[in-house]
């Protein structure tokens, strides 16, 4: 735990390779964010989900961007957002 240097290294090697495939790209990208919002890095939390969310994932990709991005709302006292990209991750 705590270990965010780490996890960024890790993902940014990953995220950098060539041989990457779009759909696990999109993917990576998802979980990366989910490290920067627990490090508070929100900004860049949000514009690496709205970039997953472009990109049309998969199903549950999808449902994790989302959740995701509720999460950001709500550390930035935005409940209403929040709440309501919860919901909608949750119809899906």
């Known amino acids: 735990l705590g270990q965010y240097e780490r996890a960024d290294a890790i993902f940014a090697e990953i995220l950098q390779s060539r041989q990457l495939k779009p759909r696990l790209r999109t993917e990576v990208e998802g979980c990366a964010a989910a490290g920067l919002i ?3 890095r929100l900004d860049e939390a949000e514009a690496m989900l709205r ?3 472009e ?3 998969s199903q549950d990709t999808l449902v994790l961007a989302e959740s995701n ?3 950001v709302h709500y550390f930035r006292n935005d409940y209403e957002r929040a709440l309501e990209v919860a919901r909608q991750a ?3």
């Open 38 to 40: 627990n490090q508070g």
């Open 51 to 53: 970039r997953v969310l």
């Open 55 to 57: 990109a049309q994932p």
């Open 69 to 71: 991005l509720s999460v």
């Open 90 to 92: 949750a119809g899906r």
